[in-house]
Antibody
Framework: QVHLVQSGAEVKKPGASVKVSCKSS????????MHWVRQAPGHGLEWMGV????????AYEQKFQGRVTMTRDTSTNTDYLELSSLRSEDTAVYYCARDWSMADRGWWFDPWGQGSLVTVSS | SSELTQDPAVSVALGQTVRITCQGDSLRTYHSSWYQQKPGQAPILVIY???ARPSGIPDRFSGSSSGNTASLTITGAQAEDEADYYC???????????FGGGTKLTVL
């Protein structure tokens, strides 16, 4: 059975950085890309970026460029999302979600991690 | 870049049929996927590749697409279907993915 288990809640001060982890099990880690999605309180889902199976390629949403870094450790089947220069608007639940694709026309995210709450407050 | 537009809220009587729509230019090129999210829970996939249903998802959930509009239909809505629903597809002009704003479904 496939599982994505994320790290716990974090409280950070404005200007600090946070690193969230997502450990995969139950499938071949290096066969799938991994997406990161966040959800601010009371708001919808927001795509942040994606990392390739071997970790050598990434695509980030433009609004996060310069502040976000996605990495992965294939020896421990763990993905990492690091967000720097945190501000109050970054308070959100951060999710990892495994990528699936078919015939270069369809992509979907399944399963999702349980989410990691990051609170930015002075 | 392209965006996906959903109605913010929809309601349906128990046992009736409801359609949730998602509009965007990217849907003319790329297939949609749909996610159900209940309060305090992570999203789960309910439809992928515009009309395919994952194992474990009840067959009252179906998907379709025409032109720039994707639809999620629930035939015989149940109380447990009350949730937020989000559509998603790849952006046509960039290496990015986009979500619709979400539709809050109320089962009356």
């Amino acid at each position: 059975q496939v599982h994505l288990v994320q790290s716990g809640a974090e409280v950070k001060k404005p200007g600090a950085s946070v690193k969230v982890s997502c450990k995969s099990s139950g499938y071949t880690f290096t066969s799938h890309w991994m997406h990161w999605v966040r959800q601010a309180p009371g708001h919808g889902l927001e795509w942040m970026g994606v990392i390739s199976p071997t970790g050598d390629a990434r695509a980030y949403e433009q609004k996060f460029q310069g502040r976000v870094t996605m990495t992965r450790d294939t020896s421990t089947n763990t993905d990492y999302l690091e967000l720097s220069s945190l501000r109050s608007e970054d308070t959100a639940v951060y999710y990892c979600a495994r990528d699936w694709s078919m015939a270069d026309r369809g992509w979907w995210f399944d399963p999702w991690g349980q989410g990691s709450l990051v609170t930015v407050s002075s | 870049s392209s965006e996906l537009t959903q109605d913010p809220a929809v309601s349906v009587a128990l046992g009736q049929t409801v359609r949730i729509t998602c509009q965007g230019d990217s849907l003319r090129t790329y297939h949609s996927s749909w996610y159900q999210q209940k309060p305090g829970q992570a999203p789960i996939l309910v439809i992928y590749n515009k009309d395919a249903r994952p194992s474990g998802i009840p067959d009252r959930f179906s998907g379709s697409s025409s032109g720039n509009t994707a639809s999620l239909t629930i035939t015989g809505a149940q109380a447990e279907d009350e949730a937020d629903y989000y559509c998603n597809s790849r952006d046509i002009s960039a290496n990015r993915w986009v979500f619709g704003g979400g539709t809050k479904l109320t089962v009356l």
